[in-house]
């Protein structure tokens, strides 16, 4: 059984950062794209940041790009993303997953359509 577990979202100011994990098992991690994602309230869910199956390659949302970081860790079976300068408008509920297809070139906002699993998500809730 495929699982995925989100960790250390929480209150934070703005300015301030996050790093939030996300550990996975049930699959062969090395095979999987995986990526970050959030949905805020009253908000269609949108891609934060995608990294490729073995790291070389990350793709991130404008709105993120120089303040948020992914990556993973093999040995561990995790995926993380270190968050810094957080905006208000970044509350939301993160979500990690998984895509078993290699990742393509330039992720675009369907690429949410060919994730083949989903954690229950974090919130991130930063305060002005």
């Known amino acids: 059984q495929v699982q995925l577990v989100e960790s250390g979202g929480g209150l934070v100011q703005a300015g301030g950062s996050l790093r939030l994990s996300c550990a996975t098992s049930g699959l062969t991690f090395y095979s999987y794209a995986m990526g970050w994602f959030r949905q805020a309230p009253g908000k269609e869910r949108e891609l934060v940041a995608v990294?490729?199956?073995?790291?070389?390659?990350?793709h991130y949302a404008d709105i993120v790009k120089g303040r948020f970081t992914i990556s993973r860790d093999r040995a561990k079976n995790t995926v993380y993303l270190e968050m810094n300068s957080l905006k208000p408008e970044d509350t939301a509920v993160y979500y990690c997953?998984?895509?078993?297809?290699?990742?393509?070139?330039?992720?675009?906002?369907?690429?949410?359509?060919?994730?083949?699993?989903w954690g229950k998500g974090t919130l991130v809730t930063v305060s002005s």
């Open positions: 990294i490729g199956r073995s790291a070389l390659r990350t």
């Open positions: 997953a998984a895509d078993r297809a290699p990742l393509p070139e330039r992720p675009g906002d369907d690429y949410i359509k060919d994730m083949d699993y």
